[in-house]
T-cell receptor, first 115, second 109 residues
Framework: ETGVTQTPRHLVMGMTNKKSLKCEQHLGHNAMYWYKQSAKKPLELMFVYNFKEQTENNSVPSRFSPECPNSSHLFLHLHTLQPEDSALYLC??????????????FGPGTRLLVL | GQQLNQSPQSMFIQEGEDVSMNCTSSSIFNTWLWYKQDPGEGPVLLIALYKAGELTSNGRLTAQFGITRKDSFLNISASIPSDVGIYFC?????????FGTGTRLQVFP
């Protein structure tokens, strides 16, 4: 238990569906992150939020839309996804925006399958 | 962009054996982290290294921050079945955390 929870843990959706992934951290951290983990590839950073403000978008397609209503919650809204978007989506948080010496704590992930 | 080469990609060992894996980079890092990921879970931080040459232990795990700041290794001594999982290194320079591709460890009784 790392103090970062994610729901749902598993999600199957069609390409025309709209769904949302939720992340909540109970650590009092101020920075939150979305990562994509595909088989045999390094973790890919998608979005970064610092004090609820988006500070980074790593060229992520617009069919992924993040939302951070407060420092404890982070959402990833999904719309008209493609089968190649199937992956494990990981949320992470850190006390402050990642700087040398700062570490991230990960949630368990949402395993997404797009049919 | 920055890349981390992690090796080996996978290891199949017998319970009780020692394990060694490493990461190398073409760039200098200020921080090296080692994570373990169990099936169906997110990565969990094992060891954090902040200084070149630093050697840190966490139980049966030992990790070192290379003197050149371009590499790090992780050793696991006397492996047990629950060591099974994927081990990731991560390095950080001045901004982003860069992850390696992982080493998949299988331990046979």
């Amino acid at each position: 238990e790392t103090g970062v929870t994610q729901t749902p843990r598993h999600l199957v959706m069609g390409m025309t569906n709209k769904k949302s992934l939720k992340c909540e951290q109970h650590l009092g951290h101020n920075a939150m992150y979305w990562y994509k983990q595909s088989a045999k590839k390094p973790l890919e950073l998608m979005f970064v939020y610092n004090f609820k403000e988006q500070t980074e978008n790593n060229s992520v397609p617009s069919r992924f839309s993040p939302e951070c209503p407060n420092s404890s919650h982070l959402f990833l809204h999904l719309h008209t996804l493609q089968p190649e978007d199937s992956a494990l989506y990981l949320c992470a948080s850190s006390q402050v925006l990642l700087e040398p010496g700062e570490t991230q704590y990960f949630g368990p992930g949402t395993r997404l399958l797009v049919l | 962009g920055q890349q981390l080469n992690q090796s080996p990609q996978s290891m199949f060992i017998q319970e009780g054996e020692d394990v060694s894996m490493n990461c190398t980079s073409s760039s200098i890092f200020n921080t090296w982290l080692w994570y373990k990921q169990d099936p169906g879970e997110g990565p969990v931080l094992l060891i954090a290294l902040y200084k070149a040459g630093e050697l840190t232990s966490n139980g049966r795990l030992t990790a070192q921050f290379g003197i050149t700041r371009k590499d790090s290794f992780l050793n696991i001594s006397a492996s047990i079945p629950s060591d099974v999982g994927i081990y990731f290194c991560a390095g950080q320079g001045t901004d982003k955390l860069i992850f390696g591709t992982g080493t998949r460890l299988q331990v046979f009784p």
